[in-house]
Nanobody, 126 residues
Framework: QVQLVESGGGLVPAGGSLRLSCAASGRTFSGYGMAWIRQAPGKEREFVAAVSWSGSNTYYADSVKGRFAISRDNAKNTVYLQMNSLKPEDTSVYYC???????????????????WGQGTQVTVSS
């Protein structure tokens, strides 16, 4: 088992920044790729970003590319999502997840995840 706990969400004006953290405990964290996924009310879950187990490879949804940055610190068992130039459409609950597999097709990343955190709310005001 891997337990994941997100933090860092909040209310921010458009154009602002937030950094989300996801602290992991339990099974070997460094063996997993990690991802951030978000879900807005009434919408399906949306892949945001992922990072390989080593941290050397990163993947982003087109909607956040150039604005968000994912990273990880395996010594601290933590993955981060730095979010800059936030827009009202970024408002969602953000979840971190341990990646079993990640595929790219049709212009989108599609992941299968073994473990999920409880989520943290990000609200961007216009």
């Amino acid at each position: 088992q891997v337990q994941l706990v997100e933090s860092g969400g909040g209310l921010v004006p458009a154009g602002g920044s937030l950094r989300l953290s996801c602290a992991a405990s339990g099974r070997t964290f460094s063996g997993y790729g990690m991802a951030w996924i978000r879900q807005a009310p009434g919408k399906e879950r949306e892949f945001v970003a992922a990072v390989s187990w080593s941290g050397s490879n990163t993947y982003y949804a087109d909607s956040v590319k150039g604005r968000f940055a994912i990273s990880r610190d395996n010594a601290k068992n933590t993955v981060y999502l730095q979010m800059n130039s936030l827009k009202p459409e970024d408002t969602s609950v953000y979840y971190c997840a341990a990646v079993r597999s990640l595929d790219y097709s049709g212009g989108y990343y599609h992941g299968v995840y073994d473990y999920w955190g409880q989520g943290t709310q990000v609200t961007v005001s216009s």
